[in-house]
């Protein structure tokens, strides 16, 4: 009758292969499930969210060329999560940033290509009274020939209202 290999034999044939395979298989995951790649609708540009590893919860959005892994620019950090939304010509990204359940914030971007590196990203825009609670704004639609975003401002207990903003040109400071 075969006599079974010690416990310490299986460990080393059976086991430590299995989790060393096993925790490569989650890192494999774990990176494809925490970029999330928004590309500009030209293609010059991709905007993408990962994990915010500060807190280990949130989202980070970063801005990149096209088929470039490095050269990334930092937009916006959060403990929560958002979205974002590219403009029709590729100049602008609108961030919705869900700070609260209870409330969220648009802030516009502009994004321009400089050659090599990370592109230009400048701050042009914060939907009004951020912050306020049970409030939230959301991206309706761009109006790229008069410079403008079109936003839904929803407010608990009231009718959506949609809304036209013009993209300004001064930078602004990030909430």
């Known amino acids: 009758m075969p006599r079974s290999p010690p416990p310490a034999v299986a460990e080393l044939c059976l086991v430590r292969p299995m989790r060393a395979w096993f925790l490569a298989f989650l890192t494999v995951c774990n990176t494809g499930l925490a970029q999330d790649s928004i590309p500009s609708p030209d293609a010059r540009f991709a905007a993408y969210l990962s994990r915010n590893p500060a807190h280990g919860i949130g989202n980070q959005l970063f801005v990149?060329?096209?088929g470039l892994s490095d050269g990334r620019?930092?937009?916006?950090?959060n403990d929560r999560s958002m979205d974002a939304q590219w403009s029709p010509d590729s100049r602008f990204v609108a961030v919705t940033n869900y700070t609260d359940p209870h409330i969220?914030?648009?802030?516009?971007?502009?994004?321009r290509s400089?050659?090599?590196g990370a592109p230009d990203a400048q701050l042009l825009?914060?939907?009004?009274h951020p912050g306020v609670y049970d409030t939230k704004w959301a991206v309706s639609g761009w109006d790229t020939s008069h410079r403008a975003i079109l936003l839904e401002k929803r407010v608990a207990g009231a009718e959506?209202?949609?809304?036209?903003?013009?993209?300004g040109t001064?930078?602004?400071q990030s909430p």
């Open 170 to 172: 001064t930078p602004l």
């Open 64 to 66: 990149r060329y096209s």
């Open 114 to 116: 400089h050659g090599t």
């Open 73 to 77: 620019r930092l937009l916006l950090a």
């Open 104 to 111: 969220s914030v648009v802030l516009v971007f502009a994004i």
């Open 160 to 167: 959506p209202q949609r809304m036209r903003f013009s993209i």
């Open 125 to 128: 825009f914060i939907s009004p």
